[in-house]
């Protein structure tokens, strides 16, 4: 197939392109210059300069109100050349059902459903219109050119023909080319059983506006490029059930005929994502005292997850304790013979002091629950724990 010459590919196919028929929500992006202008209050959004001369703009910590408009939701790795022009244009940011006012689903239109597909539990990976090493493209994740997740994708890209061949032409008709990566080394919470990069969607640099469902269909058989799952029988009237009952994926996307999309997540995901990636190091050093971590291990060890940095911690915390009550041990030991007026005298001051008294009275001290109040929160910050080892970069 020619970089340029399919008929998927002409300017009257390009009038088929899912939004140019209905009202896009899409900002047009000649440049960068109008959505500087309109993103100049937006703190949390960068225009991060990037060694080979592009400029990527991205959220960096989103709150309720940063994506309120169009140019807002661009800002998820959209990509300017050294002159402003857009020359990568990805996923723009979308949301749950149910997550925000305007994607309430008794006010979502249901009967404008242009596509259902599987959410695949990778990162998103997209072309971008700059030459390197003789090509006309290079490739990058969300925000980086040089994340794991984006140098293992490249590499896997750069060894199969198709692929090149396939983003090339994209390129040169002026779209993004974008994929979902997956891979054994880049869990999230799914697990791959082999590294996959799936065609997600074809998207206009300037216009933003999305290739339809059958013209994608056609350039995944033309170049063998295998797409990510549709769904051919999707109720919207039943998404709570399959929310609730459906397990081992992520979830769905689907897209309007607009171009617009939202996204259902199950709830055996979620149950599990908020288990495997937004536990901190605190809270489990927090569990090791409360005597709850057993539960949580055997569950994640179940699901085939790596529990070593579990362990790690469990061990850290266990070890301090230890070393408290060895010498709680070495203190009361010079308390022999003594009487409780010359003891007391003798300590006042000391870390242990409470608890020596205890000891001395023939009370066991809670050496744990001392723990927790004198040195947890010195040594177990609220870093997120990566149970995985994933470098998949998550939403």
Known sequence: MGAVTSPLLTKAAMNTYIGLNCASPFPVLFGDTAMREALADREEIR????????????YIVASAETFRDGFSREARGVVFDAAGKTIARPLHKFFNVNERVETQAIDIDWSKIARVMLKRDGSMIHTVALPEDGRNFTVKSKKSYSSDVAVQAKKWLLQRENYVKFCSSMIACGMTAIFEWTSPIARIVVGYKEDSLDLLHV?????????????LESLSASFNIPMVEKVETFSADQFASLIADT???????????????????????MDRHHAMTFLRVRDIAKMV????????????????????QIVDIENQ????????ESELESLFATT??????TVAMENNGHKLFGMLMQKYSGKEPDVPAYFAKTKLDEMFDLTQLNLTDSVAEVE
């Open 289 to 308: 005292i409360d005597e709850s971590l057993d539960d949580l291990k055997a569950k994640l060890a179940g699901d085939g997850i790596d529990i070593g």
């Open 336 to 341: 022999v013979g003594k009487d409780r007026k």
């Open 317 to 324: 915390v266990l070890s301090e304790i230890r070393l408290i």
């Open 247 to 269: 397990e081992d994926i992520e979830g769905w996307v689907i897209q309007f005929e607009n171009g617009d999309m939202v996204k259902l997540k199950t709830k055996w995901y």
């Open 203 to 215: 998207r206009e640099n300037i216009t933003g506006n999305y290739l339809s469902q059958w013209e």
């Open 47 to 58: 225009f991060m300069k990037q060694e080979n001369g592009t400029t990527v703009c991205s």
